[in-house]
């Protein structure tokens, strides 16, 4: 029997590569990633070689070995190459990612040690690097000292945790559901709506409240739809406000949101998954003015702070009423409920083992400082600005209202032909020139393309490259009709 588990053994040993074998591995992803960054400002943004994407299911998984480079080939050639590349600059499209380096060696770094992030009682460092910078950002939120929150994989899954805090404060029972009353605008991000139907809320009514011309609620007509909800009977409970829209980067009136909120005793939750850390950048404060009043706030630092995918941040008022929402009970827990403790992500949230996510947003902040990121964000409100007016100012070009932040709307009005055709054949036109990504929305039925400044890799070169193709795009265009 020995000489079977020895024989096993063997084999099994070469998932523990030796300090040699590590290297091999190691350099090779390196210089990998090396290579890469370094040939980024070259690659264009946007590459629609869809074939390339398949091919990669073609080595498939097998017993033996492939060496390393040719996967990391395969990597090359069918990852990082089809589809929108969202490392570039000029990727202006949707909310731009970016990927910070030192966050990638915070994931290295969080993978390797792999210390337990979920339970305090496991890994009580991991755990209190996590809850300082929730407290970090419920400082710049301006919560109070009873603040909590949850490090999840992003924004969705941030706000669908908010929403279940919320349901659990109020105890919504199943057969409440639809005499519960709901508030957005149409312009709420949809996670806002999947979050309710897969928390079990998806019979509540939702009342979109009118925008007024900058596509901001009007909180007169919240207050004229919750007191006619109140008069029918029904139960006003969740009010959404956006800090920072996907669609126009609008951010509602918070503070009259807030009022609105605690004068009917709403939970009050504020979607800031795309602009809330413009809360860091200079002369933002008005905007941002009343969301310490709510009851929870969404930020995403793989947005605002340009980390890498995978981390969204829920922030509450209360920690209380998201230990609340998600306490439990497990005898093979035993060990680690310590009575009057600190509360570990397994007590506040729905997960158990996790990756350890603090370490990514730790690594960046620690050895940057805040300085660049508030140099940054505030370098991407005055890039945005400039766009605008450049666009404002050329002819043919029709602009949406101010920016709040760092998204905005346009489109180009031919003088002959439908401005959705025209504008669709624009965006094509650029997305087939492939040096910046530019998406579309439609507000109010209407085609609008949009530019969305966000990665901190976009200077005042790429913002003019794009603005010159615009033009160009716009002006060949014109010509082959
Ligand atoms: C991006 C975004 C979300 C969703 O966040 P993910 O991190 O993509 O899951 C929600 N709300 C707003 C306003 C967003 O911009």
């Given at each position: 029997?020995?000489?079977?588990?020895?024989?096993?053994?063997?084999?099994?040993?070469?998932?523990?590569?030796?300090?040699?074998?590590?290297?091999?591995?190691?350099?090779?992803?390196?210089?990998?990633?090396?290579?890469?960054?370094?040939?980024?400002?070259?690659?264009?943004?946007?590459?629609?070689?869809?074939?390339?994407?398949?091919?990669?299911?073609?080595?498939?998984?097998?017993?033996?070995?492939?060496?390393?480079?040719?996967?990391?080939?395969?990597?090359?050639?069918?990852?990082?190459?089809?589809?929108?590349?969202?490392?570039?600059?000029?990727?202006?499209?949707?909310?731009?990612?970016?990927?910070?380096?030192?966050?990638?060696?915070?994931?290295?770094?969080?993978?390797?040690?792999?210390?337990?992030?979920?339970?305090?009682?496991?890994?009580?460092?991991?755990?209190?690097?996590?809850?300082?910078?929730?407290?970090?950002?419920?400082?710049?939120?301006?919560?109070?000292?009873?603040?909590?929150?949850?490090?999840?994989?992003?924004?969705?899954?941030?706000?669908?945790?908010?929403?279940?805090?919320?349901?659990?404060?109020?105890?919504?029972?199943?057969?409440?559901?639809?005499?519960?009353?709901?508030?957005?605008?149409?312009?709420?991000?949809?996670?806002?709506?999947?979050?309710?139907?897969?928390?079990?809320?998806?019979?509540?009514?939702?009342?979109?409240?009118?925008?007024?011309?900058?596509?901001?609620?009007?909180?007169?007509?919240?207050?004229?739809?919750?007191?006619?909800?109140?008069?029918?009977?029904?139960?006003?409970?969740?009010?959404?406000?956006?800090?920072?829209?996907?669609?126009?980067?609008?951010?509602?009136?918070?503070?009259?949101?807030?009022?609105?909120?605690?004068?009917?005793?709403?939970?009050?939750?504020?979607?800031?998954?795309?602009?809330?850390?413009?809360?860091?950048?200079?002369?933002?404060?008005?905007?941002?003015?009343?969301?310490?009043?709510?009851?929870?706030?969404v930020v995403d630092p793989h947005k605002g702070l340009f980390l890498p995918y995978g981390l969204g941040v829920l922030l509450v008022r209360d920690e209380a009423t998201l230990a609340e929402?998600?306490?439990?009970q497990a005898d093979y827990m035993q060990d680690v409920q310590e009575p009057g403790g600190v509360r570990s992500p397994a007590d506040t949230s729905p997960e158990l083992s996790r990756h350890?996510?603090?370490?990514?947003?730790?690594?960046?902040?620690?050895?940057?400082?805040?300085?660049?990121?508030?140099?940054?964000?505030?370098?991407?409100?005055?890039?945005?600005?400039?766009?605008?007016?450049?666009?404002?100012?050329?002819?043919?070009?029709?602009?949406?209202?101010?920016?709040?932040?760092?998204?905005?709307?346009?489109?180009?009005?031919?003088?002959?032909?439908?401005?959705?055709?025209?504008?669709?054949?624009?965006?094509?036109?650029?997305?087939?020139?492939?040096?910046?990504?530019?998406?579309?929305?439609?507000?109010?039925?209407?085609?609008?393309?949009?530019?969305?400044?966000?990665?901190?890799?976009?200077?005042?070169?790429?913002?003019?490259?794009?603005?010159?193709?615009?033009?160009?795009?716009?002006?060949?265009?014109?010509?082959?009709?």
């Open positions: 029997m020995k000489q079977r588990i020895r024989a096993l053994e063997q084999e099994a040993k070469s998932l523990e590569p030796d300090a040699e074998e590590r290297r091999h591995y190691r350099d090779q992803v390196i210089e990998y990633g090396e290579q890469f960054l370094q040939r980024l400002p070259d690659m264009p943004a946007y590459d629609p070689a869809y074939r390339e994407a398949e091919r990669l299911l073609d080595s498939g998984i097998t017993e033996e070995p492939f060496d390393v480079r040719s996967v990391l080939d395969e990597i090359r050639n069918s990852v990082d190459r089809p589809g929108i590349n969202t490392a570039s600059d000029g990727h202006l499209g949707y909310i731009p990612g970016c990927g910070l380096y030192l966050s990638a060696l915070g994931d290295y770094l969080a993978a390797v040690t792999n210390r337990y992030a979920g339970v305090h009682y496991s890994s009580p460092g991991a755990v209190n690097i996590e809850r300082r910078l929730i407290r970090w950002m419920a400082d710049l939120t301006g919560y109070p000292s009873t603040a909590g929150g949850y490090m999840a994989s992003g924004g969705s899954m941030a706000n669908l945790t908010a929403i279940t805090a919320a349901r659990e404060h109020f105890g919504i029972r199943a057969r409440e559901v639809e005499n519960t009353v709901v508030y957005t605008t149409t312009h709420a991000h949809h996670c806002i709506d999947r979050a309710l139907r897969v928390n079990g809320l998806g019979e509540c009514i939702r009342r979109h409240i009118p925008m007024d011309e900058r596509y901001r609620m009007r909180a007169g007509e919240l207050d004229n739809a919750i007191r006619e909800d109140l008069r029918r009977g029904l139960r006003p409970w969740l009010l959404v406000g956006s800090a920072g829209t996907t669609d126009a980067g609008a951010v509602d009136p918070l503070n009259a949101l807030a009022d609105v909120a605690s004068e009917h005793g709403l939970w009050y939750h504020v979607d800031a998954a795309y602009g809330g850390f413009f809360m860091l950048a200079g002369g933002t404060g008005h905007l941002f003015d009343g969301i310490q009043r709510s009851d929870s706030v929402a998600h306490r439990y350890f996510r603090g370490m990514r947003l730790w690594l960046p902040l620690k050895w940057h400082g805040l300085r660049p990121f508030r140099k940054a964000l505030e370098e991407k409100l005055e890039l945005t600005r400039y766009a605008y007016r450049q666009l404002a100012d050329t002819r043919g070009f029709e602009v949406g209202p101010e920016p709040d932040l760092s998204v905005f709307l346009f489109r180009y009005m031919p003088d002959d032909e439908d401005p959705e055709s025209f504008n669709r054949r624009l965006q094509q036109a650029i997305l087939d020139e492939g040096q910046v990504y530019i998406s579309s929305t439609r507000i109010n039925g209407t085609f609008m393309l949009r530019l969305a400044i966000l990665s901190a890799r976009t200077h005042l070169d790429t913002i003019d490259r794009a603005l010159q193709q615009l033009r160009e795009k716009a002006g060949e265009l014109l010509q082959h009709t």
